[in-house]
């Protein structure tokens, strides 16, 4: 088995490229889909919504069946054969001629990004119980890196066509998968596995079992309502900032950048250092309360240029999540890492099934042309009071269950 160092830095390579091509098409989708409805930004809005949600029923009902599978056979296919897929799927995202080309083809990526639980359960595989939090704090850096990259670019080729980033975003995933095939090395033991159960690969079933671990279930909650409140980004900062300040791709894509840089700093760079000085208890408040903060300011912002002060406060939101999985990961034994990775992964799925619906929804409402007064920053109000109610529910966990 590899050393933990290089096992960490093949993974965050993968990881990064695997966000990047994501990101790339992220300044374009929702304009692709508003193009194929004749311009209609409240019609887009809503294919945007259950465009987010399909994918994110995929992830739901795939992932505890990866994470399960890679407790049985490793990570590393796990993790390779849907990148694979992946690359085919932006091939037919990039040649989509209906909105319900879409359809089928986030169908596709829901299942390949089920991934993630195994990638989890790698770091979990490979780091000492005292280095998780930084571990999983270099997963939010990849995808904070990934984010800088990819949606930067994906708005400059967007302005020279809309389907264009999703060719990009299929070579490299591509690329990505071939790299992962040569480089990178099963983490798993062979004494660390343990035989595949369907009980466990059901996302129901797998969500249930957290059960067994008190703090961990505890926690739950807290990381589902953290992920709700999160997901507005990708479903609705494109057409927020462009119905609300008039960004085009090129803005969307240099906004995301700056999210991705502070992540990646944050994420990498801040989070073990700050999370050995505060604990990882304190780190879960401190970044679902900046959480609270940024989206409350977002909902108020007014102008275009107030948005990049916003994200270096919402930047401090990072250090929660890493927290958050290094204190789930040492509360559970090592054969059953991917499985209540897979479960983790499935709760985040919920979340993005009903995020989309959620503030897609609440959006068109708000900016509907018959409305007196117009509230385009009302889900960002919304978003923001659901990560005060997560914060709520993490400390109603850690009194039940003390350090």
Known sequence: MARPKPAIIFIFITLFLDIFGIGVIVPVLPKLVEQLQGGNV??????VGWLGALYALMQFIFSPVLGSLSDRFGRRPVILAPLFGSGIDYLVLAWAPTIGWLYLARIVSGVTAAN??????????????????????????????????????????????????FLVAAGITLLNWLYGAFVLPESLAPENRRPFKWASAHPLKAIGALSRWPLVLG?????????????????????????????????VGLSLALVGIMAAIVQAGLAGRILKIIGERRGVYVGLLAMAVAMTCYGAAT?????????????????????????????????????????????????????????????????????????????????????????????????????
């Open 116 to 165: 993630f639980s195994a990638a989890s359960a790698y770091i979990a595989d490979v780091t000492p119980p005292e280095k998780r939090a930084a571990g999983f704090g270099m997963i939010g850096a990849a995808f904070g890196l990934g984010f800088i990259a990819g949606p930067a670019i994906g708005g400059l080729l967007g302005a020279h066509g809309l389907r264009t980033p």
């Open 303 to 403: 102008q275009g240029w107030m948005v990049y002060f916003i994200i270096l406060i919402g930047s401090m939101a990072g250090i929660g999540s890493p927290a958050t999985q290094s204190i789930i990961s040492q509360a559970v034994p090592a054969d059953e890492q991917g499985a209540v990775q897979g479960a983790l992964n499935s709760i985040t799925s919920v979340a993005g099934i009903i995020a989309p619906l959620l503030w897609t929804s609440l959006f068109s409402w708000a900016i509907a042309p018959d409305r007196k007064l117009l509230l385009p920053g009302l889900p960002f109000y919304g978003a923001g009071l659901v990560a005060l109610v997560a914060a709520g529910l993490a400390w109603r966990a850690f009194q039940k269950q003390p350090a």
């Open 42 to 47: 409240q019609a887009a809005a809503h294919s």
């Open 219 to 251: 926690l739950t909650g807290s990381h589902f309502l953290s992920m709700l409140s999160g997901n507005i980004y990708p479903c609705l900062w494109v057409l927020y900032t462009g119905n609300r300040y008039g960004w085009n791709s090129k803005q």
